[in-house]
């Protein structure tokens, strides 16, 4: 079965990442590491994912985020550093870091305080997948991060090494400062996706996508392409680098799901009745810019079936947030992005 990537939370791999602490070598105490019906270790993680994790009793000092001010990126933030090792491939190799910021656990007062810092990293496009490009036998590859704060204390977090682990980038989730795009000025906005129109505006209930438009989609964890791009005689993605100009990425397959307010998922459900939506081509996805293990998929907008309702009618339940839900869906994972799309006259006076 394929992971989802993360449907109704902040970011795809946000970890809760301390097993141990350890300071000078001694274990200073036990940390809850997450919560959920399955286990929530190892993370999944591909080559060249930007991801964040959450360490406990480090960064004391830290009041502040803390962020990369160029590429390539730096391998050590506010004393904060972070190897990744594997069984099969390059190992150690110093993970590139984003940002380093404090996290405020205080909301039920300060006695029940305790001091986390999160670390947006990339995994380095070194790791080894299960399934090399081209390959059928499995490298049976295991990884892991390993945080540590002025080369003493330190941390660890063990990786499930998979092909893709795709995350659509949402408003208000610990990557939304990181990219091209603007913060949303309502806080309505907040966990939607990041999907724009071609001039960079958000595709919003106000302002929505319009049948045989072309959008834009910023995702990360698409994996490293690397199938694809021998076959267009490029050269390697390299870790922390952000390239000068667009690169190609990793096909990914599109679902266009027009039920109203529908949770992402990797086909259409037998159960959604009418026709309900289409299966389109593989969309290509490309590296941003400038800007480290961040991707566009760009999705054409097909004509809205005429069972579509339009974004603010009533439902049974709710109002309509969303009328179409865009699926991304690659060889190991896949998340969606619920958005509105304009209908014609036809649809919207149903």
């Known amino acids: ?27 200073v105490g036990q940390a809850v590491v997450g919560n959920g019906y399955v286990p929530t270790l190892p993370v999944a993680a591909a080559p060249g994912q930007l991801l964040t994790i959450y360490v406990q009793d480090m960064g004391a000092n830290l009041t502040a985020p803390v962020d990369a001010q160029s590429v390539p990126l730096p391998t050590s933030l506010a004393g904060i550093s972070v190897k990744f090792e594997q069984t099969v491939g390059p190992s150690p190799v110093d993970s590139p870091l984003l940002s380093v910021f404090p996290v405020d656990s205080c909301g039920l007062g300060p006695d029940w305080c305790t001091h986390f810092i999160g670390i947006n990293l990339q995994v380095p496009y070194e790791m080894s997948v299960a399934f090399p490009a081209g390959g ?18 330190s941390a660890t977090v063990d990786l499930s090494v998979v092909t893709d682990q795709i995350h659509i980038v949402r408003y208000g989730d610990s990557l939304t400062g990181l990219g091209p795009f603007s913060p949303p000025a309502s806080s309505l906005a907040e966990l939607m996706p990041v999907v724009t129109h071609a001039d960079g505006t958000r595709v919003s209930e106000q302002n929505p996508a319009q049948p045989g438009e072309t959008v834009v989609i910023y995702v990360v964890g698409v994996g490293d392409g690397l199938a694809r791009m021998q076959d267009m005689q490029l050269p390697k993605p390299q870790t922390g680098a952000g390239p000068p100009s667009p690169m190609p990425g990793p096909g990914v397959a599109p679902i266009f799901d027009f039920r109203p307010n529908a949770s992402p998922s990797e086909s259409l459900p037998a159960r959604a009745g009418p026709f309900s939506g289409y ?32 974004c603010g009618a009533p439902s049974p339940s709710v109002a309509v947030q969303s009328n179409l ?26």
Not at 291 to 301: A, C, E, K, R, S
């Open 1 to 27: 079965m394929r992971n989802s990537a993360r449907r109704l939370v902040t970011f795809a791999v946000l970890v809760f990442a301390l097993a141990w602490a350890h300071r000078g070598g001694q274990a």
């Open 136 to 153: 059928v036998t499995p490298n049976f590859n295991y990884g892991k991060l390993t945080v540590t704060e002025n080369g003493t204390s």
């Open 279 to 310: 299966a389109g081509p593989v969309a290509e996805s490309w590296s941003v810019a400038r800007y480290p293990g961040l991707y566009q998929v760009n999705v054409t907008i097909p004509t809205p079936p005429s069972t579509a309702v339009p």
């Open 325 to 350: 839900t865009i699926d991304l869906a690659g060889f190991a994972s896949f998340d969606g992005a619920p958005i509105c799309v304009a209908l014609p006259a036809r649809a919207a006076t149903r």
